[in-house]
């Protein structure tokens, strides 16, 4: 059977099931597969013409065991988890008119209209599968730079044995991703709002893993993160490049490029970890706003924490991609040691130097790229005006890439992930084609109706928000288990 193991190389092998439950390994590490499973050429031939919910059982099936989850099982969860979609094929690719070869996936129609939702949709329902089997509860605490919260949120509203507790930087998102999460009427769903972050995001996610730290405040609420330290996510993120690669090749061996507005590395962990099982794509374009610590990592061959810069993409304000610790583990021959001392190395000092081989192993098939915030709306209004397709400014970062780094691509087709809904980032959008009004295709129904609701949410202050948490999070708890 094959079990997961932690990066840093700490703890025993577990199942997938605990995988998935623990959300951390118990060192601290991130989940890893033992061993990666590949894809032949003739399988990836037989599922020329799956939709995407049958390639991703396919998929799920080389990382699961069926004595986990049978495969009547594992398609009922998989059935669930994207009903909600409002298109059929889950995540269309739409083709540019104007560039060769272009084809933009819309990774917007799930519920929450991000990428998020692709991944949490599986893992959230995945996740209470488990627990219903269990007869347990469980409280999923995440973190957000604006999009993990409310696909989080939606997806936990309601479940019979999950409470969720979803942490926003308050003013760094905007106010439609905000009401996502505070307009939920559900007793189960506890937005958070916090004030005074001096790293966004990165710093909520640094509170989070001092819960995890107090073992007894763990134990008692029974604590679990989504975020995408959770392997659930990354597994789930190969689907889309295997079933975007599948819907443009002319035959299957052919050579794509794939580029990735890229924030934490979850959603580009599982497209190189995709590509190591054998799924042909030649480059990889990372895709930066100005908070480049992934350019810089590809570039340079550094792992360096700067100050955060808010952009128009702020779901990409992020500051240390974690993800990247996964992915490269598998390109040190799994040496959890190197690991392990790169990470302790990152803490203390916020920066890492690769040596010259390492650096090449992990940087070979990607090109990478900084966006300025006046580009990225640049070629919003561009690409609007040229032929009416707008793109939010996560896409806008991704064509973007793609076009700085041309000259190092052949000619292959190129894939840009289109990650949210323009809808999501009215503002933005507005500032990049100079208008007051919106047009039609930056609205969306969801986003209007959530105008009209109520709100929910605690607000705190960054300053206190350790022990504030800590004790509303357990009166909640004691409130409703005794
Ligand atoms: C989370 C997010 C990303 C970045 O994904 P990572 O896995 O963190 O690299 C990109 N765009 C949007 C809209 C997102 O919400």
Redesign the pocket.
């Known amino acids: 059977m094959l079990q997961y193991v932690s990066n840093k190389g700490g703890g025993k092998p577990v199942d997938f099931e605990t995988a998935i439950l623990d959300g951390f390994a118990v060192d601290g590490g991130l989940y890893v597969p033992e061993t990666l499973p590949t894809f032949t050429t003739e399988q990836l031939t037989q599922w020329k013409d799956l939709s995407y919910t049958e390639i991703a059982f396919e998929i799920l099936s080389l990382f699961i065991d069926r004595s986990i989850i049978s495969a009547k099982e594992l398609k009922g969860v998989l059935h669930d988890a994207y009903a909600p979609f409002e298109k059929e094929e889950i995540i269309p690719l739409h083709k540019l008119t104007s560039r060769k070869e272009t084809y933009i996936m819309e990774l917007f129609y799930g519920p929450t209209i991000?990428?998020?939702d692709v991944g949490l949709a599986f893992l959230v329902n995945l996740v209470n599968f488990f627990l219903k089997r269990r007869n347990e509860r469980l409280t999923l605490v995440v973190a957000t730079?604006?999009?993990?919260g409310p696909a989080t949120a939606y997806f936990a509203a309601g479940k019979s044995n999950l409470d969720a507790w979803v942490l926003y930087p308050k003013e760094r998102i905007t106010e439609e991703q905000e009401r996502q999460m505070t307009t939920l009427p559900h007793h189960n769903i506890y937005p958070v709002g916090v004030s005074n972050c001096p790293d966004g995001g990165d710093d909520l996610d640094l509170v989070i893993s001092k819960m995890y730290k107090d073992t007894a405040f763990k134990e008692k609420l029974k604590l679990s993160s989504v975020n995408?330290i959770n392997w659930g996510r990354v597994l789930m993120q190969t689907v889309h490049y295997v079933y975007g690669y599948l819907q443009v090749v002319d035959s299957i061996g052919e050579e794509i490029n794939v580029s990735?507005?890229?924030?934490?590395?979850?959603?580009?962990c599982a497209g190189s970890l995709a590509r190591k099982m054998g799924l042909p794509i030649k480059n990889f374009i990372v895709a930066n706003n100005s908070n480049a610590c992934l350019h810089r990592i590809f570039s340079e061959g550094v792992f360096s924490k700067k100050d955060i810069i808010e952009t128009p993409?702020s779901?990409?304000d992020?500051l240390i991609?974690f993800?990247f610790w996964r992915y490269l583990y598998f390109c040190v021959d799994k040496d959890a040691q190197k690991i392990k001392n790169w990470m302790e190395e990152f803490q203390h000092s916020g920066l890492v130097t690769f040596d010259s081989e390492t650096y090449k192993s992990y940087s070979k098939g990607y090109l990478s790229n900084s966006a300025t915030d006046e580009e990225t709306l640049q070629i919003i209004k561009e690409i609007y005006t040229k032929e009416g397709y707008l793109l939010?400014p996560?896409g806008a970062v991704a064509v973007l890439a793609a076009d700085a780094v041309k000259n190092q691509l052949g000619n292959e087709k190129l894939i840009c992930l289109d990650?949210?809904h323009p809808a999501k980032f009215p503002e933005a959008i507005k500032t990049a084609l100079g208008t007051t009004e919106l047009p039609l295709a930056a609205t969306h129904y969801s986003i209007e109706a959530e105008r009209k609701r109520c709100e929910k949410v605690y607000l705190c202050n960054y300053s206190n928000l350790k022990e504030a948490l800590f004790e509303v999070m357990e009166t909640n708890w004691d409130l409703k288990n005794n």
């Not at 730079?145 to 993990?148: E, K």
């Not at 990735?260 to 580009?268: D, T």
Request: hydrophobic share 30%; aromatic share 8%; charged share 10%.
């Open positions: 991000s990428f998020k730079t604006g999009d993990t995408s990735v507005p890229s924030g934490g590395f979850g959603n580009l993409s779901a990409i992020i991609p993800n939010d996560h990650t949210a």
